[in-house]
């Protein structure tokens, strides 16, 4: 079982540019592909950003340009950098580690845009 812990929610005003992170715990974190997720409440949860283990990212259209999805493997954490935060982009975040057909989810962090 792989324990994620995500950090960095919290209330931030509209255009704003929190840093969420998650630290994933192993030494084989390296191998992991990496995503966060979002989840507002009454929606389905969805795919926000991913990045490979080899570096490779992908977005969702609705925050290309203002996320930006990176790794440390050296820290084990995976980031994502969020700037010209919206009301919209209001939702509980999750961290998610894939490797070997498994998936795994952190307990995830809220982040509330509002002024």
């Known amino acids: 079982q792989v324990q994620l812990v995500e950090s960095g929610g919290g209330l931030v005003q509209p255009g704003g540019s929190p840093r969420l992170s998650c630290a994933a715990p192993g030494n084989i974190f390296s191998f992991y592909a990496m995503a966060w997720y979002r989840q507002a409440p009454g929606k389905q949860r969805e795919l926000v950003a991913r990045?490979?283990?080899?570096?490779?990212?992908n977005y969702a259209d609705s925050v290309k340009g203002r996320f930006t999805i990176s790794r440390d493997n050296a820290k084990n954490t995976v980031y994502l950098q969020m700037i010209s935060l919206k009301p919209e982009d209001t939702a509980r975040y999750y961290c998610?580690?894939?490797?070997?057909?498994?998936?795994?989810w952190g307990q995830g962090t809220q982040v509330t845009v509002s002024s």
């Open positions: 998610n580690a894939e490797y070997m057909l498994q998936s795994y």
């Open positions: 990045i490979s283990s080899g570096g490779a990212t």
